[in-house]
């Protein structure tokens, strides 16, 4: 082929390049699985700010068991509460909790432990109540305040907060938005308040920390 023929061709071949280097080869990876679409698509302004990329590697993943024999909610309300404490810390902490959902009260052995309950009177009628890995009770809806960037549910966003204490820190009353706030809706971490879960977690985690989500929590209510 000659030369002008050549460059009669170019444009085209410069354009089907273009075509598949720029929109068909980049395509975007799927979801690693459906707790993070799910919480997106459900837990409101969270999961609007929140990055789909974890800002932090690698992910510790947290064994957490969820207790729900003396609650009063239906199991099917726990899955949007559960997915939105997930996005909250994982996507800003790079933490997330591999949960498994029961009606016994028996701990995990290494772990955490939550049981939701209707309410708190016998902790002095609070919203959740921290006192040991294995000893965290919040109520079924507890009552918050106001924050400019509130989390969906109150519920999660109690459950992330006593999370919080239980991965060593404490309250910081500086801003609504803050997680660690007593009674709002915020639910940010401070960069120091990361720096401090991360390490707690490296203790609590398990040891294989490759998978980058906790996946779906599991529900045995046998
Ligand atoms: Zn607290």
């Excluded at 992330?160 to 309250?171: F, K, N, R, T, Y």
């Excluded at 709002?184 to 120091?192: C, E, N, P, V």
């Amino acid at each position: 082929m000659s030369m002008p023929g050549l460059l009669r061709v170019s444009p085209i071949v410069v354009l089907t390049l273009f075509f598949y280097f720029t929109i068909l080869w980049p395509l975007p990876p799927q979801n690693e699985c459906s707790i993070a679409a799910e919480t997106k698509q459900s837990s409101g302004s969270t999961a609007d700010a929140a990055p789909e990329s974890p800002p932090y590697l690698p992910i510790y993943r947290i064994p957490l068991r969820i207790h729900i024999g003396k609650s009063e909610r239906e199991i099917s309300d726990y899955r949007s509460i559960l997915n939105e404490i997930n996005d909250i810390w994982r996507s800003q902490a790079g933490i997330c909790f591999k949960m498994d959902v029961v009606k016994h009260d028996r701990p995990l052995g290494r772990g955490i432990d939550v049981w939701f309950m209707p309410d708190l009177k016998e902790f002095g009628d609070d919203n959740g109540y921290f006192r040991g890995d294995h000893e965290i009770y919040v109520r079924d809806t507890p009552i918050l305040g106001p924050s400019e960037h509130p989390a969906h549910s109150p519920t999660a966003r109690t459950t992330a907060h006593e999370l919080g204490h239980a991965l060593g820190l404490h309250h910081g009353q500086d801003s609504d938005d803050n997680l660690m706030r007593s009674k709002t809706y915020g639910w940010h971490l401070s960069k120091d308040e990361i720096k401090t879960t991360r390490k707690a977690a490296t203790a609590k985690a398990l040891q294989d920390t490759s998978p980058l989500r906790c996946g779906a929590p599991v529900i045995n209510l046998d």
